[in-house]
Nanobody, 112 residues
Framework: QVQLVESGGGLVQPGGSLRLSCAASGVRFSMNAMNWYRQAPGKERELVAGITGFGTKNYADFVKGRFTISRDNAKSTVYLQMDSLKPEDTAVYYC??????WGQGTQVTVSS
């Protein structure tokens, strides 16, 4: 079955950086679009960034210029480099494959 395992979350100060990773198995990774979503307490889950199998990227307006999504098809892994983090970026971040499969999430907390 498809498994998505996120890692890299944690506590960081405002202005800091984190890199999230999502390792996929059970899927033909290179052929699938991969996405990062996030969900803050009391809010709906929202799309942060996506990358197609061809490498085309898209970003939510609230992370443009600060976050970068990338993928390594040889490792079946998608990354989210998060720079210039803000307290409002605090959320559980989820990896998603093709809009269908979800990881368990990793907590990102931005606080001084």
């Amino acid at each position: 079955q498809v498994q998505l395992v996120e890692s890299g979350g944690g506590l960081v100060q405002p202005g800091g950086s984190l890199r999230l990773s999502c390792a996929a198995s059970g899927v033909r990774f290179s052929m699938n679009a991969m996405n990062w979503y996030r969900q803050a307490p009391g809010k709906e889950r929202e799309l942060v960034a996506g990358i197609t199998g061809f490498g085309t990227k898209n970003y939510a307006d609230f992370v443009k210029g600060r976050f970068t999504i990338s993928r390594d098809n040889a490792k079946s892994t998608v990354y989210l480099q998060m720079d210039s983090l803000k307290p409002e970026d605090t959320a559980v971040y989820y990896c998603n494959c093709r809009g269908v499969y979800w990881g368990q999430g990793t907590q990102v907390t931005v606080s001084s």
